[in-house]
């Protein structure tokens, strides 16, 4: 009979936590099969050289969430799941339903069980009055002081840090402190669609600067600048959404020499840098008097704790801590406590890394299905860019796509300008399972390799 045995656990976090996450993992990818035998606990932790103690909890916890079963003087199987079971089979329907790839989304994963546990320990602390109350504007100290040095650069100074309700509210704080009605701003040919939400709101010119396969390119920037005689620039070098290129080194110095010679003022996102295998210094730490840094915890941690912030150049710090004021008055007490715990006793260390080796399976799949035709593909990410070949029409491919229950991005809602980009963002953490995002990839490949003709009858 065949045995399970961890091919690889995170080293991050609590290590009976990591065993359960490889498990799953490897349930949702098929390395687990249903029937499959454990080792018993004693000979699993040699194996691995952990505690049988650790092991003995891991099963304990596998078993609760349902992925394994265990039978007196038999041992612990896997478990086949529950055919209601969304983590394994989506809808239960006996097809995966409907299926949405354009939202940004990370897999839930652990989250929630560490969220209810954050809940539960805040209710039996003595005092919440202070959590009550109207705070300092630019947030608690201590939370501040938590978040940069979790952090790790000398670009976030937590004297400098001013917390925001997410990346968004920080990006406006800044477009505000930034420009007027009129004014040009210039980011990347395809960007985030909130950049182009608030361009909108405050009736600025946004303008795009062609991009490779390494990022935005420093001479055709430059170019830019000099003929629109912009003062502001957007970028997110790390992950770039929508194209997921990461900005090299030698790019980020350019950029930030351009800056200087221009008198540019940067809005620099960096909410994806946790998935890199290496993380890069980001242009702020090579531009710091004309950077505005933005981070957020809505990638990396849940949507929904809507904590970010923004290091500004220090000149500008007092116009960032008026603009919460103005519009927040305070990014949520509570929030930003349970963000600081989570970081002080390990427990964000642990969910990131349970999210980024499960974007690195997710993107295993993209890589085998549709390898060259995505324009950038690092180990790890949440977005791909699908270029599509020449009988595609990127509206006509998401109309497709939309027929067989799977909503896309299309080119519309990143392309900023008028380049001839013709493809599609496809998002790979909103799927609950990997079995799901599987399945809709399966299908996306389908139609791509299908003429639009054929579309309607691609199963």
């Known amino acids: 009979m065949a045995i399970w045995i961890p091919?690889?656990?995170?080293?991050?976090?609590?290590?009976?936590?990591?065993?359960?996450?490889?498990?799953?993992?490897?349930?949702?990818?098929?390395?687990?099969?249903?029937?499959?035998?454990?080792?018993?606990?004693?000979?699993?932790?040699?194996?691995?050289?952990?505690?049988?103690?650790?092991?003995?909890?891991?099963?304990?916890?596998?078993?609760?969430?349902?992925?394994?079963?265990?039978?007196?003087?038999?041992?612990?199987?896997?478990?086949?799941?529950?055919?209601?079971?969304?983590?394994?089979?989506?809808?239960?329907?006996?097809?995966?339903?409907?299926?949405d790839l354009s939202l940004n989304l990370p897999p839930t994963g652990r989250s929630e069980a560490a969220l209810k546990k954050a809940l539960s320990d805040l209710s039996k602390t003595d005092d919440l009055s202070q959590l009550m109350q109207y705070l300092p504007h630019s947030g608690l100290a201590r939370h501040r002081q938590a978040i940069a040095k979790w952090w790790k650069g000398s670009h976030v100074d937590p004297d400098c840090l001013v917390l925001t309700q997410g990346a968004q509210h920080a990006m406006a704080l800044a477009i505000a402190a930034l420009t007027k009605p009129g004014d040009t701003v210039i980011c990347e040919s395809m960007s985030y669609a909130g950049i182009k939400a608030l361009a909108n709101f405050a009736q600025l010119r946004l303008v795009g600067?062609?991009?490779?396969?390494?990022?935005?390119?420093?001479?055709?920037?430059?170019?830019?600048?000099?003929?629109?005689?912009?003062?502001?620039?957007?970028?997110?070098?790390?992950?770039?959404?929508?194209?997921?290129?990461?900005?090299?080194?030698?790019?980020?110095?350019?950029?930030?020499?351009?800056?200087?010679?221009?008198?540019?003022?940067?809005?620099?996102?960096?909410?994806?840098?946790?998935?890199?295998?290496?993380?890069?210094?980001?242009?702020?730490?090579?531009?710091?008097?004309?950077t505005f840094y933005v981070g957020s915890f809505s990638k990396s941690l849940a949507p929904g704790l809507r904590i970010g912030f923004v290091s500004p150049p220090p000149q500008y710090m007092d116009r960032m801590v008026s603009g919460v004021r103005a519009t927040a008055w305070m990014a949520t007490p509570v929030m930003a406590e349970i963000i600081s715990r989570w970081i002080e006793d390990g427990t964000a260390d642990s969910l990131i890394e349970a999210k980024r080796q499960e974007a690195i399976a997710r993107v295993a799949l993209v890589r085998k299905l549709f390898g060259k035709n995505i324009f950038a593909l690092p180990k790890a990410t949440y977005h791909v860019w699908l270029d599509l070949p020449e009988r595609w029409r990127a509206s006509e491919f998401v109309a497709a796509a939309k027929r067989h229950g799977i909503t896309i991005t299309p080119t519309e809602a990143v392309i900023v300008g008028h380049h001839p980009i013709n493809g599609v963002r496809i998002c790979l953490g909103a799927a609950e399972s990997i079995i799901r995002l599987d399945q809709a990839l399966n299908t996306l490949k389908s139609i791509v390799d299908a003429g639009a003709h054929q579309a309607l009858s691609v199963v």
């Open 209 to 290: 600067a062609p991009l490779d396969r390494d990022g935005v390119i420093p001479e055709k920037l430059e170019e830019l600048v000099q003929k629109t005689r912009a003062r502001v620039l957007y970028l997110i070098p790390n992950l770039q959404n929508p194209s997921a290129t990461v900005l090299p080194e030698s790019r980020r110095r350019a950029i930030a020499d351009i800056m200087e010679r221009h008198a540019l003022h940067l809005i620099e996102g960096d909410v994806y840098d946790f998935l890199l295998n290496k993380r890069l210094d980001p242009i702020a730490e090579y531009a710091r008097e004309r």
């Open 7 to 99: 091919k690889q656990i995170s080293s991050q976090g609590p290590r009976y936590e990591a065993l359960v996450n490889a498990l799953e993992r490897d349930i949702q990818t098929g390395r687990a099969e249903p029937g499959m035998r454990l080792l018993p606990m004693r000979e699993l932790a040699y194996q691995l050289g952990i505690s049988v103690g650790t092991v003995t909890r891991a099963y304990q916890t596998a078993q609760k969430r349902g992925l394994i079963s265990g039978e007196v003087g038999r041992g612990s199987f896997v478990r086949t799941p529950d055919k209601s079971d969304a983590r394994f089979y989506g809808d239960g329907r006996g097809d995966l339903g409907s299926i």
